[in-house]
């Protein structure tokens, strides 16, 4: 017996102690992505249900999780990892009732990262974004420093650059896919565990979230990957209802291929969902 919507609002507004418990367990066991995972999909659950107070908790400390691990991934010098962690800190600001942090500290250290690798474009658009004018001067100094530096190298990779400009291209494209792999394969990892244990919704919510993320970016490749990934687990669920909204955010190519592929199964669960109500 599924419980009412009054219920599962009560429900849903007596639990996020417990999911802030538990994203500060998990948190010390490092496991950064589970949690940031975890609150994603709690916020998006909130904002559905139109639970305000409770998502002002929890996307504070989303936002709490994303600053450790912007400063985790400034440690390891993944400075594009980080990168992408910060955009995520900045669209929680944006969005959401969020307490702005100071978080220059941390951004200092990943413009320095930039400029040690003549990321020049990343560098400056992170400089903007410090809120010490005595920093960002500071930066913006050492960012034309490095460049004097560094002018005939430039010139010279520039030159590189346009000989070589579809092969960059290419090899950044191949970069940034890799990032998004490995992100996905976690997320996807994540999932399985759940669906291990039948807990299909959690699992469809955590991949959408992803999938949602992705066309925030204008990623529709890997948006319809996760998509794809997303309407496996409603089918294996059944759970129908959600199944079909997420089908039309699909591309129209990969509409068709999903439904060519998957109409036999498609056919078989709602055969079972009949059976079941007989």
Do not use: C
Not at 63 to 92: G, H, M, P, S
Not at 176 to 194: K, Y
Not at 199 to 216: H, W
Not at 230 to 254: A, C, H, M, P, R
């Amino acid at each position: 017996i599924r419980p009412s919507h009054e219920k599962t609002l009560l429900i849903l507004s007596e639990i996020p102690q417990k999911i802030i418990a538990m994203a500060d367990f998990l948190i010390k066991e490092k496991k950064y992505l589970a949690v940031r995972a975890q609150l994603y999909s709690a916020v998006s659950e909130y904002q559905q249900e139109g639970l305000f107070d409770e998502l002002e908790k929890v996307t504070a400390k989303l936002t709490e999780v994303l600053i450790t691990l912007l400063k985790q991934q400034v440690k390891e010098e993944k400075r594009f990892f980080a990168k992408q962690t910060y955009d995520e800190i900045e669209n929680l600001w944006a969005t959401y009732n969020v307490k702005k942090s100071n978080v220059d500290a941390q951004l200092e250290k990943l413009i320095k990262l930039f400029l040690d690798n003549l990321d020049f474009g990343n560098a400056t658009i992170l400089t903007n974004k410090l809120n010490s004018l005595s920093v960002k001067k500071k930066l913006t100094k050492l960012s034309s420093k490095v460049e004097d530096e560094n002018k005939e190298l430039i010139k010279k990779e520039i030159e590189e650059n346009i000989e070589k400009g579809v092969e960059i291209l290419n090899g950044f494209i191949k970069k940034e896919l890799e990032i998004f792999t490995e992100i996905n394969t976690l997320i996807i990892q994540e999932a399985n565990l759940l669906i291990e244990n039948n807990d299909y919704p959690k699992a469809a919510n955590l991949v959408k979230t992803q999938a949602d993320f992705f066309k925030r970016i204008a990623r529709e490749d890997i948006q319809n990957q996760m998509l794809k990934k997303n309407l496996d687990i409603l089918l294996i669920g059944k759970i129908f209802n959600q199944f079909f909204k997420v089908y039309e955010e699909l591309s129209k190519k990969t509409k068709k291929e999903y439904l060519k592929n998957k109409l036999a199964i498609i056919i078989e669960k709602l055969n079972e969902i009949v059976k079941e109500r007989d």
